[in-house]
DNA sequence: AAGATAAATATTGTACGCAATTTAATTTTT
DNA sequence: AAAAATTAAATTGCGTACAATATTTATCTT
């Protein structure tokens, strides 16, 4: 009758879930593998990409905001954007109103970088070597889980 | 005619590829973020998790053999290996034909291990609140992009 | 206004992840 | 068989991630 019982579980194969976040795991450390080369023309990282973005987006953002946008908080932003400042990409400031705050801009070579930056995207679709069907069904998927994630 | 040119492409916003690379980001992390608890009672990382996973489809297995399966190069692995051996979760042997090979094999302590973790998959359902047609649809498209990036 | 609380970063410590190099053992060449 | 090439792990060094704590500044309480 197929019931199964605990005796014997233990010789299933690892659940549908175990295997799925590993390939997201594995997906995401191979998304970064393919930005690699890229990146490093302009001596950048993936996440200090991932920062410049949002900064391109908008040139003035506390500590704080960008770590909402990337969600990483200040243990791993203080040292990057320590880095990104070092390669002169950025400055970091004490706010006037609240010295708590510490308010990161973009230097003129940061934002100069977005027009180099800016031929990345095709670059990287082309390493992938992925369909825009496959990325929008990604993308689809992806962010409603996310969504529903995050609050849970 | 809506003809964009070179002028005026960088003031659009990021692709859909930088966004949906983002989102595997955040998305594999946001994963091991409800790992954490379930595995802090075990005492192990998710990683570490994954490692035990392979060991416990089969018993003995070389570092390289490890690291084929989780996509790991020795320079993660080596030190990982080292914490399992620490937590007294597996053995790590010198193999006696080919002194150049590491065996990692599960101590009786891995080895029982294995029925604490069987409740895990569905902790971790219960917690990332998605079902299991989303789990499908994210294993399908994720595994297929998986599938041909590996190669390019 | 003094003291308590809260908020924003920074710091510390641990664990990956991965490139590059090193070390030791095995194979292959010559 | 000696030298060269190859292979498997380990080591080194750098850059995230992230929990936990500390520090500094601002705000709230009374």
Redesign the interface.
């Known amino acids: 009758m197929e019931k199964r019982t605990g005796k014997g ?2 010789n299933q ?20 593998q ?2 690699r080369p890229i990146l490093d023309e302009l001596d950048i990282t ?1 996440p200090q990409y ?1 920062t410049l ?1 949002v900064l ?2 908008k040139e003035r953002q506390s500590v704080n905001q960008l770590g909402e946008k990337l ?1 990483l908080d200040s243990g791993t932003l203080t040292p990057m954007l320590k880095r990104l400042e070092q390669k002169g990409l950025i400055k970091r400031e004490r706010s006037i109103r609240d010295e708590r705050v510490v308010e990161i801009s973009l230097s003129e070579k940061g934002s100069q970088l ?2 180099l930056a ?1 031929a ?2 095709q670059k ?2 082309a ?4 369909t ?1 069907e ?6 689809l ?6 969504g ?5």
Chains 1, 2 share one sequence.
Not at 14 to 24: A, E, H, N, T
Request: charged fraction near 15%.
């Open positions: 579980m233990e194969l690892p659940g549908l879930d175990s295997q799925v976040c590993f390939s997201v795991y594995a997906l995401s450390r191979q998304i970064t393919h930005y993936y991932l973005l391109w987006e969600y977005r027009h800016c990345i995207p990287l679709l390493s992938l070597n992925i825009r496959e990325l929008s069904q990604l993308h998927i992806v962010n409603k889980i996310l529903q994630t995050r609050q849970s």
